[in-house]
């Protein structure tokens, strides 16, 4: 099935519609930019550059949660304001790299981990990192990545990164980790 005219009016909403759409299809629609170049990233002999680090992406909220390896990059997160699934412009640009990577690595497999921070119920948390953890899957399939090399799971608030109770810690929480297996 060929998906350039799909993304292309999808690409083509986001532009009619301006900011009104919900940030889960505009993350579909930004990362489908990336998808008619699909057939060129593959067929190319070089491999694609590992995404840029965290640092010259965004102010350090994406930041590596392991180191890279085997020329694969490294775990990458992705933040959430409180209570929310849909990605920021700049986690978006951050998965369209990790699509870029994908697709020029057909071999490489994802793993997207949804996170929250300590407040509200388990079966809250674990539901709500969950569709963290599909919204970052939704982008890279967007980008063209296949969904049988990409799984998400959710540890709702289960696996925090930060130990506090305060919101700097409960904003380390919000995430997803995209880890390469």
Known sequence: MNR???FAALAAALVIGGCATSGN???SSTASGTAGSQSSATSSAAPAPAPAPSSQ???GRSGNTSSARMGQPGARSVYYEFDKSDLAAED??????HARYLRANPNAKVRIEGNADERGSSEYNLALGQRRAEGVMKALRAG???EDRLEAVSYGKEKPKADGHDEKSWSENRRSDINYR
């Open 144 to 146: 063209g990545v296949q």
């Open 92 to 97: 978006r640009r951050l998965v369209e790299q």
């Open 57 to 59: 992406l965004s102010s």
């Open 4 to 6: 350039t005219p799909l």
């Open 25 to 27: 299809d505009s993350a």
